[in-house]
């Protein structure tokens, strides 16, 4: 498979770099992954993103404090569950770091930022990220020179995801997106209250690191995730109890067989078919819609799991959400001023960074794009009230259908707001 042979992404995006003495090398490696066999590019791939231990450090691991904080979505039916960790993007690779355009240390990034923020023509927020940028370089250089340390953990900050706790109609628990589920805290106890857990749901092929822990607590659940994420698990270090998914959503006929099993139990699962990024799976639970990795920025204005008021507010304590926004998902750093150049990279079949794909490659001439788009118009015609994301913690139905079109609509070049 050659750039050749592949049409362009129809938006215009900076392509990304892995600079090695000034050159980049991304596109030779690129062309050694397309010309791997597929065996021999999944397995590398899989090895190269599967979990390494068997869960991240969290609060409680660290600083002996609760990593989790609950929150009521819908009563006695669907619940949020925020949880801390470590920052593993702050103590990953650098390089990793730099390509992804995360190092606002640097003087390029930085600019981006600087640059962004001066088009919102808002002085306060200029002069914040001024403060924000110089902050970011100290703990930049904190973590080089301490490594990871309890000091810099917490100078640092957590990093937070949200699990999403269901009951099912028939009393039995779904678990969508799990974070370890500990004994401390009276957190095990509290969910046992509510039933047995029957159900543990991988929303996105991105979301795995929790998933050894999760499998040694749950050994008996049934597991519904990508063909990809299952791929990562199985290169476990340690290995994993189950060879394969009871239910593997990427394909067809196991998600209509998932679905017609629990279409009773106020359940239903809706995978974002061309999405290579996180093959996502948007799940419908009690009228809420279940998400991740799909909305970066909202409708309203916020960004993950900032609000539009805390986003303006200008708290040093989110210092990440800010640089990442302005540097990643506005303009003019962002093509559509709401999604991160990498987003675009994953769907553009000539792109280098596409190419690091596993099982389910973008189509050649650029369809992904098409099946992506109509896939998110049937999650936005379902009937919901209510939205929660893993990275951010509550819309409005209405809402979440209107940011899905915001981050998305430039897919096929028409809203997907348009129901045909």
């Keep these: 498979m050659g750039n050749g042979q592949s049409t362009p992404l129809h938006v215009s995006v900076d392509q990304p770099k892995v600079e090695v003495g000034g050159v980049n090398i991304l596109p030779a490696i690129a062309a050694v992954m397309r010309i791997l066999p597929d065996s021999t590019r999944i397995n590398m791939l899989a090895k190269q993103s599967a979990p390494k231990v068997e869960k991240p450090a969290d609060w409680y691991d660290w600083f002996g404090e609760t990593p989790y904080e609950i929150g009521e ?24 770091r730099k390509m992804m355009g995360l190092d606002f240390e640097n003087k390029a990034s930085a600019e981006k930022v600087i640059q962004a923020a001066e088009l919102h023509g808002n002085k306060d927020l200029s002069a914040q990220v001024l403060k924000d940028l110089k902050r970011a370089a100290e703990i930049a250089q904190l973590v080089k020179e301490k490594g990871k340390t309890k000091e810099t953990v917490e100078t640092v900050g957590p990093f937070k995801n949200n699990m999403v706790v269901v ?17 401390e805290f009276g957190f095990s106890s509290w969910i046992e209250s509510i039933g047995p857990v029957k159900w543990i749901v991988l929303g996105s092929s991105a979301h795995t690191l929790q998933l050894p822990n999760i499998l040694k607590r749950f050994p008996d659940a049934s597991y519904v995730s990508s063909k990809d994420a ?10 994993i109890s189950k060879d394969t998914a009871d239910y593997e959503y990427t394909d067809p006929t196991q998600l209509r067989k ?52 805390q986003f303006w507010k200008l708290e040093e304590k989110d210092i990440d959400a800010r640089l990442f926004k302005l540097g990643l998902a506005s303009s003019p750093n962002s093509p559509n001023n709401a999604l991160p150049p990498y987003r675009f990279w994953m769907m553009d079949p000539a792109c280098a960074f596409s190419a690091m794909c596993m099982s ?29 994301g893993v990275h951010f913690d509550y819309m409005t139905g209405d809402d979440f259908r209107k940011s899905i079109d915001m981050n998305w609509g430039w897919l096929d070049g028409n809203s997907l707001l348009t129901i045909n």
């Design 167 to 183: 009951k099912l109609n028939n009393g039995d628990v779904m678990l969508y997106s799990p974070v370890q589920v500990r004994d």
């Design 258 to 309: 998932l679905n017609k099993l629990l279409e009773n139990e106020g359940v239903e699962f809706h995978y974002v078919d061309g999405d290579i990024a996180s093959h996502a799976l948007i799940a419908v639970a009690h009228k809420t819609a279940l998400e991740v990795d799909i909305i970066y920025s909202s409708c309203a204005g916020g960004f993950m799991g900032l609000s539009e008021k």
């Design 230 to 239: 299952w791929l990562k698990l199985q290169k476990f270090p340690e290995g």
């Design 73 to 96: 979505v819908v009563e006695g039916k669907v619940w949020r569950v925020k949880y801390s960790i470590e920052n593993i993007f702050a103590f990953g690779p650098e390089e990793e």
């Design 360 to 388: 389910s490659p973008l189509k050649h001439d650029g369809s992904s794009c098409t099946d992506m788009a109509n896939s998110l118009r049937t999650v936005i015609k379902q009937d919901f009230d209510h939205a929660v």
